[in-house]
């Protein structure tokens, strides 16, 4: 991945911090897979986020994306003077023998451009049917199917690497039901972490929030609910990192996407 590249995207993720804008909250109502509208595939990682906080920034009222050539393929093209966001596209390189004479296949990356198909590209009748989302009440089926224990205690939400358990406080101390299941979605993250699961654990406490923070978001973009999960203590400490190593945001997101897709895989059980 070209170096140019992630420095592009770690300053838009400083900047928008630094504007007091959230890059994982995605700028809708709900919270909104972005979606390439010709091969109807969800954008993930830290393309997403790209994705999320361009949006945010420029106001785009949509949630579909499509590259310059793919909207020549369907009859549309970009406006004139529009720029594409980038994203980074994985292609298949080579096969290779490994010492057990096993075949693996090598990839490359190469950054690629995409264009909001609602403010940015003209030309195009398209359909503006949203991807299926499931009901937030499913996140109680979801934490019921990891096995993961949830203890009702006190006031606090945590999860406990020791006691490899859930705190939350009871449903009824939250103000809204979302909040709650906000709360739950962050701390199912962080059951991920034990080396047995998705092994991201660090000693890096902020580093270990902003996972948790993310793929809270990506878990609740699953179910199309608006995400409220910032943390403000952290976000100095975030920004200064991302100052000093443009591979952070890559390595939160990263863990934040298998830590989803881990507690979303049909055979997991924690």
Not at 141 to 148: D, E, Y
Not at 151 to 157: K, L, S
Not at 171 to 186: G, I, P, V
Not at 224 to 244: F, P, R
């Amino acid at each position: 991945m070209k170096q140019a590249y992630k420095e592009k995207i770690t300053n838009q993720i400083i900047k928008a911090l630094e504007q007091d804008k959230i890059p994982w909250v995605s700028p809708f109502e709900q919270q909104l897979i972005s979606i390439n509208y010709l091969t109807k595939r969800p954008y993930n990682g830290v393309n997403l986020l790209s994705l999320w906080v361009t949006g945010m920034v420029r106001g785009y009222t949509g949630n579909y994306w499509i590259g310059f050539r793919q909207a020549n393929q369907i009859g549309g093209r970009v406006r004139k003077g529009e720029k594409g966001t980038p994203i980074t596209v994985c292609c298949p390189l080579r096969i290779e023998k490994t010492e057990d004479d096993k075949d693996v296949q090598r990839y490359y990356y190469k950054t690629d451009y995409v264009f909001n198909l609602y403010s940015q590209i003209e030309g195009v009748d398209f359909d503006t049917e949203l991807h299926a989302y499931r009901p937030i009440k499913e996140l109680d089926n979801l934490v019921i199917h990891t096995g993961m224990r949830v203890r009702y205690q006190g006031e606090r939400a945590y999860y406990s690497a020791k006691g490899d358990f859930i705190n939350m406080p009871f449903k009824s101390k939250f103000k809204t039901q979302t909040a709650y299941y906000q709360t739950l979605a962050h701390e199912l993250i962080h059951s991920t972490m034990k080396d047995c699961r998705c092994n991201w654990e660090n000693d890096n406490r902020a580093l270990e929030e902003l996972i948790a923070e993310i793929g809270a978001a990506y878990l609740f973009a699953e179910y199309g609910v608006k995400a409220d999960l910032h943390t403000a203590a952290y976000i100095q400490s975030w920004i200064k990192e991302l100052k000093n190593d443009t591979d952070y945001i890559f390595k939160a997101s990263k863990s934040a996407k298998y830590a989803v897709k881990f507690l979303l895989s049909s055979n997991v059980k924690i």
